[in-house]
């Protein structure tokens, strides 16, 4: 899948989020930090691929709190292989050494 | 209900905002989701500012950004250009139509901007050529702007200014010798710096050293690479070899560039001035430009050269009194009014064709993108977004672009060259004009511009189409009533610019006419003339020159076929003289001396040109060198002086002494304008030293059948004097003309492809309606009406719009003409019967136009035409 290489760091972020039971976007955004221009493309893409799905809540249950259907997001099956690929791909770029680390300072 | 609360309200219209860049099809969908988020996120976090609420908002210009980009992807994009291609094969004719019209558009574009592009945009091929200027002496009391500089005055600028190297230069011809035959060189005195003020000294050699401008010292001369290529053979031994210029010889010290160029068309040699000191400061002659340097701003340079202008007056108040500097810069100098004002207007013409082109070519479209409705539902009806279909149609009009760009540059290549034609090869760098990077760009620019704008039409109209309607059986084709105003709108629109353009190019042509025609005050349809030099060696003073015309004079008179026979020392058209004048008997200052313009002339001059005299005699035989001095002057001079006496035996003094006037006759135009005629003051030939004459020879049968019988009678009073520049004098003013000539004509053409295009509207809209409306028209007749009623009908609806268009293009006609008055040469800018005129001829287009599918009309077959659905 050529497309899973081209994964951005903001989207491995979301995507890693949602494999630790982010549902909503909102609730990304607090587990991230990322900002909201972000978040939102990022699941929107994440769906494109197949490595995301969303579905409207029941409306019943919304309403039963007063509040408007919310839309919440799981990782799929694919979205999981994908996400251990880009992490570890990620992880080969962790620093070798000290003196490494202080030369590249923007690493996870 | 309580009001919720700002950052809410606030975070709520961003989102709103932003979701307008989502495609419709998609935009429900999106807006839900982000007010879900929104109220989501307020209920956990009521307590934040509000502006992180507002910061959160913004993220949803960026997700629409991303939903809108996802839409347009590169592999939709080609496929896209594939099935344009594909579909655009299914209608040649329409493509072809479209294509053809917009290549016109875009060709007459790009041959304009290529001269405009010259003349007004380029900087001149100088160094830091926006530092090099040009310098003017100025007088408010003599009404002086723009006059040439003296040379006292020259040096001085140039020995005071601190800021701007000043150098100066002067128009001279030479006879060269020494080769197989005497030739006769362009040339100009320039000052020793005028190379390095240039910044483009000669590449072979040196430039002039300050000691050469001294007189007698500047027997020295730098020549053009062309020369050195034509006499030399591009020799480059060719320094320090030495050339006759006016029997004098001078050493060649240097070649320059092949790149050179100077404002001064066709010059060869450039020579230094020969500075005696005894120069007139009353004498304004020299061409003076200047190089600001670097350190300073060209505003500096102005006020310091204005200083030194004031300081000249105050101290030579005889002779400069009153006298001040203009400094500009150089290309602003070379773009004149008439260059400026003839670019704007082109430029606008081509605009106008341009719309024109591309209201025509939508239309087109439009009309192929109605046939296509159950296509574009269908696509819809299967899953292809509204996004994507636009998309398909802006690609079929990018497609059609590209190709009329293609075509257009093509027409323009034959453009460009038709309009290098018709421009006088002496204008200013009309040789750097061609088919270039620049004008490529321009093209290209203008032609994605031309597809987007007519592209957006058939795009406009798919987001109105209504799927469904449009997939029904026997559904009324979509757009309906508001497309078919759109198109109306079009082809009026394009109407009403043609109407302008015509009435434009209509006025442009008499202003030429005008000029040209037979106000001339004199006649110059029969006349020939011809010029002949007689060498100062072997004429040395008046007596032979007397001699020479009054024996040549009657043996041209003698030809058969000549009426009169004259001579005058510049023909009409072919340039001007003035010189100083008083009339009192005292000589008084310099600032208080009158100018006039002066003619030296044979006997029978007016009688050739067939300009009436008025009062008292024009000159005779017996006005010879030795006889009392006499002048004949027009009625502007009268009018100036003499409004209500006599002029006849009144005395005016010229430097070369005093002359009594002894006829008067009317005034002639001679110069390209139709102002009131100046002032004019003939005088005998033999009363002066006249070693140049054209010669005008009034015929009876045509002129140039008589060119070898005068060569052969001046042969026969001198044989070794040539006689040039033998053509009718019709021809000489027709030349003369050649610059005024520039605008009628393209204008003309313009609005030529402006006329034809926007007929060719007229028709496609109407055959169009007419097709749309076979059943209704079928019905019609079905119904009993008959084929003259629904011819006349149509006829009808076709000559309203083309009423409509006439209307508002002679208002908007009425708008610009304004702006043509520098071409117009004294015709009314509102010249009634133009106006009518166009807007009858154009009425009458549009009737012919509507004609032909109004009969097709009438063909309809009721039952064939009902049955068809």
């Not at chain 2, 005894?278 to 200047?290: D, T």
């Not at chain 2, 009054?550 to 004259?566: C, M, Y």
Request: charged share 20%; proline share 5%; aromatic share 8%.
């Amino acid at each position: 899948m050529k497309e899973d290489k081209r994964l951005s760091l903001g989207t491995v972020m979301v995507l890693h989020a949602m494999a630790r039971g982010c549902q909503y976007g909102f609730d990304i955004i607090e587990e991230t930090g990322l900002t909201s221009g972000t978040i939102y493309p990022a699941l929107e893409k994440l769906e494109q691929l197949g490595l995301a799905r969303s579905e409207w809540e029941d409306g019943r249950v919304a309403q039963q709190e007063k509040r408007p259907a919310r839309r919440y997001y799981t990782i799929t099956a694919r979205g999981k292989t994908t996400l251990v690929e880009a992490l570890e791909r990620y992880r080969s770029l962790a620093p070798l050494d000290a003196a490494a680390a202080s030369s590249k300072p923007r690493t996870i | 209900m309580s009001r919720a609360p700002l950052g809410l309200r606030a975070a709520r219209t961003v989102i709103r905002l932003a979701g307008a860049f989502v495609p419709r099809e998609r935009r429900g969908e999106w807006q839900r989701l982000w007010s879900a988020e929104l109220e989501h996120r307020w209920q956990v976090h009521r307590q934040r500012p509000a502006r992180d609420l507002v910061r959160w908002s913004l993220g949803a210009f960026s997700h629409a950004w991303y939903v809108l980009r996802t839409e347009f992807t590169m592999d939709s994009i080609l496929q896209d250009v594939r099935y344009a291609l594909r579909s655009l094969r299914s209608g040649k004719g329409l493509v072809a139509v479209a294509v053809i019209s917009l290549a016109l558009g875009i060709g007459a574009s790009a041959s304009i901007f290529s001269v405009v592009d010259v003349l007004m945009f380029r900087p001149l091929p100088y160094e830091d050529s926006e530092r090099v200027v040009r310098i003017y002496t100025t007088n408010e009391e003599r009404g002086w702007t723009e006059v040439s500089v003296t040379v006292p005055d020259f040096l001085d600028f140039r020995d005071q200014s601190e800021v701007t190297d000043i150098a100066a230069s002067s128009g001279e011809s030479f006879n060269l010798s020494g080769g197989d035959r005497p030739e006769r060189v362009v040339g100009r005195r320039v000052s020793y710096n005028f190379f390095r003020v240039l910044g483009m000294p000669p590449v072979r050699g040196r430039s002039f050293t300050e000691g050469e401008e001294r007189a007698g010292q500047n027997r020295v001369v730098i020549i053009t690479d062309g020369f050195w290529h034509r006499h030399f053979g591009a020799d480059p031994a060719v320094l320090d070899e030495t050339v006759l210029l006016n029997g004098e010889p001078h050493t060649i010290v240097g070649v320059l560039s092949p790149d050179f160029w100077s404002e001064y068309h066709g010059v060869d040699v450039w020579v230094p001035f020969g500075v005696t000191g005894e120069e007139s400061r009353a004498s304004y002659y020299l061409s003076v430009v200047g190089r600001v340097q670097p350190t300073a701003t060209v505003d500096r340079a102005r006020v310091e050269i204005s200083q030194i202008a004031n300081q000249i007056a105050a101290a030579y108040p005889q002779t400069s009194s009153g006298n001040g500097a203009h400094m500009l810069t150089l290309q602003s100098n070379m773009t004149d009014e008439g260059v400026r004002s003839g670019s704007l207007i082109g430029m606008t013409a081509v605009a106008f064709v341009l719309l024109i082109a591309c209201a025509n070519v939508a239309n087109l479209l439009l009309t192929r993108a109605a046939g296509r409705d159950r296509e574009v539902a269908l696509r819809g009806a299967l899953g292809a977004g509204r996004i994507r279909i636009a998309q398909q149609f802006l690609a079929e009009a990018v497609v059609i672009s590209l190709l009329g760009g293609a075509l257009g540059l093509v027409f323009a290549a034959f453009g460009i060259r038709g309009l290098i034609s018709i421009i006088p090869p002496d204008f200013e760098r009309i040789d750097a004009v061609g088919l270039d990077g620049r004008v490529l760009l321009f093209t290209g620019v203008v032609t994605i511009a031309t597809g987007l704008i007519f592209g957006m039409a058939p795009v406009l109209q798919s987001a109105k189409t209504n799927f469904v309607d449009s997939l029904k059986e026997g559904g009324r084709s979509g757009g309906g009533v508001t497309s078919g105003r759109f198109r109306k709108a079009l082809v009026v629109a394009e109407v009403s610019l043609a109407v302008t353009l015509l009435v434009a190019s209509a006025l442009l042509v008499q202003g030429f006419n005008r000029l040209q025609g037979g106000e001339n005050g004199f006649d110059e349809t029969d006349v020939l003339t011809f010029r002949i030099t007689l060498p100062a060696n072997e004429f040395p003073d008046t007596t032979a020159l007397d001699a020479f015309y009054t024996s040549l004079r009657p043996r041209i008179q003698a030809l058969p076929g000549v009426v009169s026979a004259s001579a005058t020392s510049i023909l009409p058209w072919r340039g001007n003289s003035g010189t100083w004048y008083w009339l009192s008997e005292q000589e008084p200052l310099d600032s208080e001396k009158s100018i006039t313009n002066y003619r030296y002339i044979l006997p029978e001059y007016f009688e050739a040109l067939d300009v009436p005299l008025l009062r008292g005699r024009t000159f005779t035989g017996g006005d010879r060198p030795t006889t009392a001095r006499v002048v004949v002057i027009n009625e502007a001079m009268v009018a100036r002086h003499w409004a209500d006496a006599d002029p006849i035996g009144q005395r005016i003094h010229l430097s070369s002494g005093v002359r009594e006037i002894v006829g008067v006759v009317a005034d002639t135009r001679e110069y390209g304008s139709t102002d009131a005629p100046d002032p004019m003051m003939y005088m005998a030939t033999v009363q002066g030293m006249n070693r140049s004459m054209s010669w005008v020879v009034e015929t009876s049968t045509p002129p140039a059948a008589l060119a070898d019988a005068v060569r052969a009678e001046v042969a026969a009073v001198n044989p070794n004097l040539p006689v040039f520049q033998v053509m009718g004098l019709d021809l000489v003013i027709r030349d003369a003309l050649q610059g005024d000539a520039i605008m009628p004509r393209v204008m003309g053409v313009l609005a030529l492809v402006a006329l034809v295009l926007s007929v060719g509207g007229v028709y496609g809209v109407m055959a169009y309606s007419v097709s749309q409306r076979t059943r209704e028209l079928g019905i019609r007749m079905a119904l009993g009406a008959h084929g003259r009623s629904v011819m006349s009908m149509v006829v009808r609806q076709g000559t309203m719009l083309a009423g409509l268009g006439v209307g508002v293009g002679i208002l908007l006609a009425l708008g610009v003409s304004r702006g043509l008055s520098l071409f117009l040469y004294g015709v009314n800018p509102f010249h009634p019967p133009t106006f009518v005129g166009v807007a009858v001829f154009l009425l009458g287009a549009g009737v012919a136009a509507s004609y032909f599918p109004a009969r097709r009309a009438t063909k309809v077959d009721p039952m064939l035409a009902l049955r068809t659905e």
